[in-house]
């Protein structure tokens, strides 16, 4: 069951440099969403769609860019990176509202930028 | 607006003592309620859920979660902790509009011989 999957795990860059992190899942889930997460600030939404073709932004969307051309993928792309975006970025998902819904997350890209 | 509040940022508490983590949210209409676990380097892992229906909800590890409306509160507890329990707890509400959720600032638990 390999779920969400996320690439790479670690990565660092120099700023101005771009990126994309990869985030695939094979749940056929909706619903897929971006999460940063620094300390003493929990998870904090990036971007997040609602299937293929729709996509929106979250709480901190500055500095990224994502689209969702498969239910499956869904990559953010860092366009210049700067020391500010040095976290942890998850990516989940879940298959929408009702009783049976909860996020799923990958295990997480630690992305310094220097 | 939903939002979730962790009061406490870090918990100490020693082997075999009871664990008890606090979550207070806001939201506009029933909320679906999660605990989620993160072990170091690792990504998050559902310790619970609630949706409807018993107010005490179990999950796994041997944790659980109590519901109560009147308090805003979805307080999450263990009888006897283990060395393997020191992690970072999310609290989170959800799937609002569009599927998204809101999580809590964490808390971090030590777990001390």
């Known amino acids: 069951n390999a779920g969400v999957t996320q690439t790479p795990k670690f990565q660092v860059l120099k700023t101005g440099q771009s990126m994309t992190l990869q985030c695939a899942q094979d749940?056929?889930?909706?619903?897929m969403s971006w999460y940063r997460q620094d300390p003493g600030m929990g998870l904090r939404l990036i971007h997040y769609?609602?299937?293929?073709?729709?996509?929106d932004q979250g709480e901190v969307p500055n500095g990224y860019n994502v689209s969702r051309s498969t239910t499956e993928d869904f990559p953010l792309r860092l366009l210049s990176a700067a020391p500010s975006q040095t976290s942890v970025y998850f990516c989940?998902?879940?298959?929408?509202?009702?009783?049976?819904?909860?996020?799923?997350f990958g295990q997480g890209t630690r992305l310094t930028v220097v | 607006a939903q939002s979730v509040t962790q009061p406490d940022i870090h918990i100490t508490v020693s082997e075999g003592a009871s664990l008890e983590l606090r979550c207070n949210y806001s939201?506009?209409?029933?909320?679906?309620l999660f605990w989620y676990v993160q072990s170091p380097g690792q990504g998050l892992q559902l310790l619970l859920k609630?949706?409807?229906?018993?107010?005490l909800v179990q999950g796994i590890k041997g944790f659980e979660a109590e519901f109560k409306r009147s308090q805003s509160s979805f307080n999450l507890r263990k009888p006897s902790v283990h060395w393997s329990d020191a992690a970072e707890y999310f609290c989170?509400?959800?799937?609002?509009?569009?599927?998204?959720?809101?999580f809590g600032a964490g808390t971090q638990v030590v777990v001390t011989p």
């Open positions: 989940a998902s879940s298959s929408g509202q009702g009783a049976l819904t909860e996020a799923f």
């Open positions: 749940m056929n889930h909706e619903y």
């Open positions: 769609s609602v299937g293929a073709g729709i996509t």
């Open positions: 939201y506009g209409a029933t909320p679906y």
């Open positions: 609630y949706f409807s229906g018993d107010t």
């Open positions: 989170a509400v959800g799937p609002g509009s569009w599927g998204k959720f809101q």
